[in-house]
């Protein structure tokens, strides 16, 4: 199995910027689309972000959209989430995550078979 570990949380005044990494174990990591959830206190987990296996093709939620960026470099079997203007809302613990289910479901949780274990993103006002 695909073991994923996250790292880059941690605490940034609102207006700053934080690059999350997530490392996989496995060289196959550039078969499996990838994507960046995030669970706020008392909250469901909500999507942030997604790419495609091949990076052709990035998914944004609306609320992040313009000013988060993902991005992979499969020769380093890592992806990547650069958060600018970030927002005390965005305050969560943020997981990466990777599957090979189809496009259509790549926004959802569903569309991911392997998960890390989380980074704490908190953002001060």
């Known amino acids: 199995q695909v073991q994923l570990v996250e790292s880059g949380g941690g605490l940034v005044q609102a207006g700053g910027s934080l690059r999350l990494s997530c490392a996989a174990s496995?060289?196959?990591?550039?078969?499996?689309?990838m994507g960046w959830f995030r669970q706020a206190l008392g909250k469901g987990r909500e999507f942030v972000a997604a790419?495609?296996?091949?990076?052709?093709?990035?998914f944004y939620a609306h609320s992040v959209k313009g000013r988060f960026s993902i991005s992979r470099d499969n020769a380093k079997n890592t992806g990547y989430l650069q958060m600018n203007s970030l927002k005390p809302e965005a305050t969560a613990v943020y997981y990466c995550a990777a599957g090979r289910g189809p496009q259509s479901i790549i926004a959802t949780n569903g569309g991911y078979d392997y998960w890390g274990q989380g980074t704490q993103v908190t953002v001060s006002s």
């Open positions: 790419i495609t296996w091949s990076g052709g093709s990035t």
């Open positions: 496995e060289r196959t990591f550039n078969t499996y689309n």
